[in-house]
């Protein structure tokens, strides 16, 4: 079992460029999203994985009701997860990942994708699977 | 005499062959790489075998070459139950087909599975100059007929038996005999159609291969053999994907029993060179396999 290692990367749409990771909670910013991801047990492990995510706005307010979904790439072997996390409101922002399946080790993109009215935005982790 | 004999040798190479073609699948998923064609050896016409093979995976040579064993309650295996047959169509030129059930077996922590499906189809030819006998070619092409990672109705992906590719290998062989000793080598360039479902591009990879061998006098055969294979970064949507590219190794400790005039029993132990040498990107795994094969041979 290793820590959460989490770092964030651009998310393609022009986000601004900044680290945020400790034990419990990474940081990955798009050009108009926020997300915080908090895993349980403040670890990602080669197998199932769950996570909270809690999404926000540019100005830092939380985005309810918003359509997110979760998916998962290794650019080292070109492929995605066997399946899609799903995901549940929690309300006040928050949103429940389920099923973050990560098969092999190595460096794996999760890729949060917040739809929302004219808000339409990803922000990416990288997650290394021991 | 003379005919068993180089029946006996030709095991022996088939047996090493055999071998190398169950670790070039070591993961199918991911890296697609074609080994040589099934192959009659002299006076044969028609051949079929059936193999089952378990590997295991211990831990993974990362892109880097780093070796990154598995954390405890990980475990990843994977049997194969494998049908193949080999005809001859003239005194030149030889046929085969051959495929997989791929049984996958994953445990991480409380969460486990086991699931299956068929590899992908591979149909090959053989073609050995009449004038050139050291010398044969090949080309084999993989059908997509396996269940990509995005196609996998298991949580784990246990039942992910192909890339979702097909792919084409043209290669060529030597093998030169002295003695009670046998030498092959060989080498080959794979191509591989794009992948379906991720947006990967087609790509080149290639291989070699080597075997060395030794009849005894009651013509049990023993041979040692070591295969290399290496791609270059995948792409998509034209950019590289960063640490895509691969290397894997397998040896091999190969042995042919004759059990009765047509039938031999085909045994292989093989694992990856535990070196970031010989392996990048791929898993390290040590595995089994044996083969019944049936021949029935002409005049």
Redesign the interface.
Same mark, same amino acid.
Request: charged residues 10%; proline residues 6%.
């Given at each position: 079992m290793r820590m959460l290692m989490l770092a964030l990367v651009l998310s393609g749409c022009g986000g601004q460029a900044s680290t945020g990771s400790n034990e419990a909670t990474a940081i990955a910013h798009g050009k108009d999203v926020t997300v915080t991801s908090s895993f349980d047990a403040a670890q990602v492990i080669r197998g199932v994985n769950d996570a909270e995510l809690q999404v926000a706005d540019a100005t830092g307010v939380p985005v309810d009701e918003a359509e997110v979904s979760v998916s998962l790439f290794m650019p080292a072997h070109g492929h995605g997860a066997s399946v899609n996390p799903t995901i549940t409101p929690q309300g006040g922002g928050r949103y429940r990942a389920e099923n973050i399946v990560c098969t092999m080790p190595g460096m794996w993109q999760m890729t949060v994708h917040v739809v929302r009215g004219a808000l339409d935005d990803t922000a990416v982790f990288d997650l290394d699977i021991p | 005499m003379t005919r068993l004999f180089s029946i006996s040798i030709f095991l022996s190479a088939l047996a090493a062959c055999v071998a190398l073609e169950r670790s070039a699948a070591a993961m199918s998923?991911?890296?697609s790489t074609l080994a040589q064609p099934d192959r009659l050896g002299p006076c044969e016409h028609l051949a079929l075998q059936v193999g089952a093979s378990s590997a295991v995976s211990l831990?993974?040579f990362?892109?880097d070459g780093a070796y990154?064993g598995?954390?405890?309650q990980?475990f990843e295996g994977e049997e194969r139950l494998r049908l193949s047959a080999a005809v001859r169509l003239s005194p030149a030129w030889q046929l085969s087909a051959g495929a997989a059930w791929v049984q996958g077996v #994953?445990s991480?922590?409380q969460?486990r599975s086991t699931a299956g499906w068929f590899s992908d189809v591979l149909v090959g030819a053989r073609f050995d100059p009449p004038t050139w006998t050291s010398w044969a070619f090949t080309a084999m092409v993989g059908l997509p007929s396996g269940r990509?990672?995005?196609e996998?109705h298991?949580?784990?992906?246990a039942d992910?038996t192909g890339?979702g590719a097909a792919s084409l290998r043209a290669g060529a062989v030597y093998q030169r005999d002295w003695s009670l000793n046998y030498i092959v080598v060989g080498a080959g360039l794979t191509a591989v159609a794009p992948?379906r479902g991720?947006g990967?591009q087609a790509t080149v990879n290639g291989d070699l291969f080597g075997a060395l061998g030794h009849t005894f006098r009651n013509r049990v055969n023993l041979a040692v053999s070591l295969s290399t294979a290496a791609a270059p970064p995948?792409t #998509?949507q034209g950019e590289a994907?960063?640490?895509?590219s691969w290397l894997h190794s397998t040896a091999s400790l190969s042995s042919a029993w004759p059990l009765s005039y047509r039938s031999t029993l085909l045994a292989s132990l093989f694992a990856t060179p535990p070196t970031g040498l010989l392996a990048r990107?791929w898993p390290l795994q040590v595995g089994v396999m044996v083969n019944l094969r049936w021949a029935w041979m002409g005049d």
């Open positions: - | 998923c991911c890296g831990g993974s990362l892109s990154a598995n954390p405890a990980v #994953r991480y922590g969460v990509t990672m995005a996998s298991d949580l784990l992906g992910v890339q992948e991720t990967v995948l #998509r994907l960063p640490g895509s990107n």
